[in-house]
């Protein structure tokens, strides 16, 4: 999609040649040309959506079974990513397509880049999958969940909003009240946050997945990481790496998963003396809900475990 044209342009190209703007209402479907906003993950793209939705279409095409920080998008999907009129980039090294691809760099915004001194590096982990058939890959460079620590998000929901107000002048006013309202949400599930986890007490939390480092240093969670996925089923070599953790981690009683484990799963943690509870990341669009509804979720589910 090309970039906006100027007013007096935009009607010269109209007289000229009127059969051209008709294809293009007509692949808008309301008979107007809207901006495009392309997201690289689920939570830029519901901020964006906050900010913008009357004004401008907000592209997210990950599909729903992908990891969007692994997806590699097609030819006509970058196509269409390089031809928005405004990139949200996580940064973080997140979306790894992006260092093998070409953006304009006057349209690209790095969202996380006001605290990319505060990114955090991890090392070590071994190359793994999310389903078969998929292939290997690890989570080595930078955690890239930033959106996980409430402030964080809302600094990337700023950053979003100053680019949308700089982008579309005209509609300034629009994007910065509604960031308030947006702002105030991610500031309610930061305290809300900050409550539930401190019913945890000190106890170290395993989580399944390297992607909570951000959310452990922001509500002081020591969180050792497994590399499982919940709908694999635990092997004896899954269960002696957790023994080995939790040795490295006395007084463990929680485990946290990304997404509803299988039920045999979280029965071997009980006989063990863990807990099993769903933290979504929520890097992808959830099958029901939205951002603020899965963090909402997040933390009713671990404020439960103190009641």
């Known amino acids: 999609m090309k970039h906006a044209l100027p007013v007096p342009l935009t009607l010269a190209l109209l007289l000229v040649s009127c059969g051209e703007h008709d294809k293009q209402t007509e692949s808008h479907g309301d008979g ?5 906003i392309a997201a690289v993950n689920y939570p830029l793209a519901y901020f964006a959506e906050r900010l913008s939705s009357d004004f401008a279409t907000v592209l997210y095409d990950v599909p729903t079974n992908q990891d969007p920080a692994f997806w590699e998008p097609g030819d006509e999907q970058i196509t269409a990513i390089q031809e928005a009129d405004l990139i949200l980039l996580n940064g973080a090294t997140y979306a790894k397509w992006i260092s093998t691809r070409t953006l304009p760099d006057e349209i690209t915004v790095t969202t996380s880049s006001s605290f990319r001194d505060k990114l ?10 999310h389903k078969k058939g998929e292939e290997a890959h690890s989570h080595n460079g930078l955690a890239f969940t930033t959106w996980l620590d409430f402030k964080q998000a809302s600094a990337q929901a700023s950053e979003i909003a100053s ?3 700089e982008r579309f002048p005209e509609r300034k006013e629009t994007v910065m009240t509604r960031l308030a309202p947006l702002l105030e949400d991610l500031n309610n599930l930061d305290i809300e946050m900050a409550a539930a986890t401190s019913g945890l007490g000190n106890a170290p939390v395993i989580v399944s997945h390297p ?5 452990a240093r922001a509500y002081r969670i020591t969180a050792p990481s497994l590399l499982w996925e919940p709908d694999m089923e635990l092997t004896p070599g899954d269960l002696a790496a957790l023994a080995t953790i939790r040795e490295e981690n006395p007084g463990t009683t929680l485990f946290i998963w990304e997404g509803n484990p299988l039920p045999q799963n979280t029965e071997k943690l009980k006989r063990i003396g863990l807990t099993s509870v769903v933290i979504s990341p929520c890097g992808k669009r959830p099958v029901s809900g939205d951002f603020l509804s899965v963090m909402r979720a997040n933390v009713a589910a671990l404020r439960a475990l103190s009641n």
């Open 163 to 165: 680019a949308l107000a």
């Open 32 to 36: 107007i040309h809207k901006p495009v």
């Open 211 to 215: 992607v909570y480092q951000y959310w």
């Open 120 to 129: 955090i590096a991890i090392e070590g982990t071994l190359k793994h999958t």
